[in-house]
């Protein structure tokens, strides 16, 4: 690795109330391969109000050169992520999730990658993880990592060999790239990524993914928790739209949780309305999603919960296309409150 050892790479992580990840997400960074004096981490903090600036300090104080604190007064993570790039010192940036959980080698492996051909963003997949395993949290973790559950996200599911993605979490940029394609969409509150890379490709840079790289990442464990951040993606899913003019701004997959829902809504609609024999199109769209759920679950039997399969599968589609429905009004508006990934 001599070669690589003069990549100076700069970490960008947008933070917001994180006390229950981000030592373990710093530490991973920091006890890696990767020579901690080519490195400098800044976490970009939306205004914690728990432990996660007493965390970060306490970590700070063993490695004051590379990792340092900086406030986001505007709260948002694309103004997060935008003030880091400004701040960063480095030619290699990270973006990185207060999530997520590094593989000891993932740094020494991007800054490997990317000094090669056509490569300008590079990242690894995501291991989707829970802290507390129950039926309920497998469940969710399984319809998380799962095809019918997130579509073609490949650095969801997978892929058998290094391969040209559209997007990929945790990616290595090289700092040129943003100077080119542009920083993140301030407009965006989410989806500022997948915009990004979009525009990045339109570019003519490459974005490629090492599935052999995993990062650990901590989903949320509660259905209400999964709801509402689907209801977000979803409903700054048709924001993109309005914000960009572009309907080639997401990937197709991102509008389908809407379609199905649509299958079941307007039929119903033209059933009171028209004809009473529209209703058996909701029937048809309903029993045909629930023979795929069903027909997975049987399949996986041995590891998930029936039941709590069903539910995940529900609350992740339901939630999502009634984001994207919700989008097309945007008085009712994404109010949560900040927070560091949309995963």
């Given at each position: 690795m001599d070669k690589f050892i003069f990549v100076k790479v700069s970490v960008i992580i947008p933070c917001y109330n994180e006390e229950l990840y981000i030592s373990a997400c710093l530490e991973s960074l920091l006890k890696g391969s990767f020579p901690t004096e080519q490195l400098e981490i800044l976490v970009v903090d939306g205004g914690s109000t728990d432990k996660t600036r007493e965390f970060v300090f306490q970590l700070q104080k063993k490695h004051p050169q590379q990792l340092h604190w900086i406030e986001n007064p505007r709260k948002k993570t694309p103004f997060a992520l935008n003030l880091g790039i400004q701040k960063a010192l480095h030619p290699f940036i990270l973006i990185a999730g207060a999530h997520a959980v590094y593989p000891a080698d993932y740094l020494i492996r991007l800054t490997e990658l990317i000094q090669g051909p056509e490569i300008d963003v590079v990242g690894g997949a995501i291991e989707t993880r829970v802290k507390n395993i129950t039926?309920?949290?497998?469940?969710?973790?399984?319809?998380?990592?799962?095809?019918?559950?997130?579509?073609?996200?490949?650095?969801?599911?997978?892929?058998?060999?290094?391969?040209?993605?559209?997007?990929?979490?945790?990616?290595l940029y090289k700092k040129e790239v943003f100077e080119i394609a542009g920083h993140y969409n301030e407009k965006l509150i989410r989806n500022h990524d997948m915009e990004l890379s979009k525009r990045i490709k339109a570019a003519g840079f490459h974005i490629w993914m090492e599935p052999k790289l995993k990062v650990a990442y901590f989903a949320r464990e509660t259905f209400s928790g999964i709801a509402r951040n689907n209801f977000g993606n979803g409903f700054w899913n048709i924001r993109t739209l309005f914000i960009t003019r572009k309907f080639s701004s997401l990937g197709i997959r991102h509008?389908?949780?809407?379609?199905?829902?649509?299958?079941?809504?307007?039929?119903?609609?033209?059933?009171?309305?028209?004809?009473?024999?529209?209703?058996?199109?909701?029937?048809?769209?309903?029993?045909?999603?629930?023979?795929?759920?069903?027909?997975?679950?049987?399949?996986?039997?041995?590891?998930?919960?029936?039941?709590?399969?069903?539910?995940?599968?529900?609350?992740?589609?339901?939630?999502?296309?009634?984001?994207?429905?919700?989008?097309?009004?945007?008085?009712?508006?994404?109010?949560?409150?900040?927070?560091?990934?949309?995963?």
């Open positions: 039926p309920k949290t497998r469940a969710i973790q399984f319809v998380l990592s799962h095809r019918f559950g997130v579509g073609n996200s490949l650095f969801r599911i997978g892929a058998d060999r290094l391969i040209d993605v559209d997007t990929v979490p945790f990616g509008y389908i949780p809407l379609v199905f829902l649509l299958s079941l809504i307007i039929p119903l609609v033209f059933s009171l309305v028209f004809d009473g024999r529209f209703m058996f199109i909701s029937l048809a769209s309903f029993v045909l999603y629930l023979f795929f759920s069903i027909g997975i679950g049987i399949k996986n039997l041995k590891s998930i919960n029936l039941y709590y399969l069903l539910q995940a599968f529900f609350v992740l589609h339901f939630s999502y296309g009634w984001g994207s429905l919700m989008g097309f009004f945007p008085e009712f508006g994404d109010k949560r409150k900040p927070e560091n990934s949309k995963l």
